[in-house]
């Protein structure tokens, strides 16, 4: 089973922090992806990358950042956190080309105070 | 960008069928459609998905019409745990999902 891993569960932080969100996948994916789901708004596309260094903007990338150094780990990086980046933020993974599912972690459900 | 229509609420008796419906009328010819779920608090789950025919899996059934503009998705004895939110979801040409608000499914004893 395709298995994507996600550091916390849960994080608390301060206001101005740089905050570093990883993630981790075990099947050899070329795409990653980075979203964050809030009420009543779904699920909201931030960065995805299709390869090792290459990065690409969604909908939503403002204040955020992302680093793929190695083909399995996609990390986010709230430059400097806000109030309002508090949400659900969601890692998936999928191969190239096909029509195969994206494959999510559990997810990291980040308060900022 | 393809997008989904899904009730927001449905209830089903414990043992029975749960029946999911989804419109997706701007659907184009190569676009699949996937079915996740998501129970509080964790990550979506994939559960099926499918072109033009019929599919069928440990976890569900996903049926497509024949103009592709809808489609069902049953689970054909639903149990208490599958209580969740169900995304019908069509992928977008940035190759994300595009979520909608999909459907509580409540499953009752």
């Known amino acids: 089973d395709v298995k994507v891993t996600q550091s916390s569960r849960y994080l608390v932080k301060r206001t101005g922090e740089k905050v570093f969100l990883e993630c981790v996948q075990d099947?050899?994916?070329?795409?990653m992806f980075w979203y964050r789901q809030d009420p009543g708004l779904g699920l909201r596309l931030i960065y995805f990358?299709?390869?090792?260094?290459?990065?690409e903007k969604g909908d939503i990338p403002e204040g955020y950042s992302v680093s793929r150094e190695k083909k399995e780990r996609f990390s986010l990086i709230l430059e400097s956190a806000s109030t309002n980046q508090t949400s659900m933020y969601l890692c998936?993974?999928?191969?190239?080309?096909?029509?195969?599912?994206?494959?999510f972690g559990d997810g990291t459900r980040l308060s900022i105070l | 960008d393809a997008k989904t229509t899904q009730p927001p609420s449905m209830d089903c008796a414990e043992g029975r069928a749960a029946n999911l419906p989804c419109n997706h009328s701007?659907?184009?010819?190569?676009?699949?459609v996937y079915w996740y779920r998501q129970i509080h608090s964790q990550g979506p789950q994939y559960i099926i998905h499918g072109l033009k025919n019929n599919e069928t899996n440990e976890m569900a059934s996903l049926i497509i019409t024949e103009d592709r503009k809808s489609s069902t998705l049953i689970l054909p004895h639903a149990t208490l745990r599958d209580t969740a939110v169900y995304y019908c979801?069509?992928?977008?040409?940035?190759?994300?999902?595009?979520f909608g608000k999909g459907t509580k499914l409540s499953v009752k004893p």
């Open positions: 998936a993974s999928i191969l190239t080309g096909g029509s195969q599912p994206q494959h």
């Open positions: 701007t659907i184009s010819g190569n676009e699949y």
């Open positions: 979801i069509v992928r977008g040409s940035q190759g994300n999902l595009i």
């Open positions: 099947m050899d994916h070329e795409n």
């Open positions: 990358s299709y390869d090792v260094k290459m990065k």
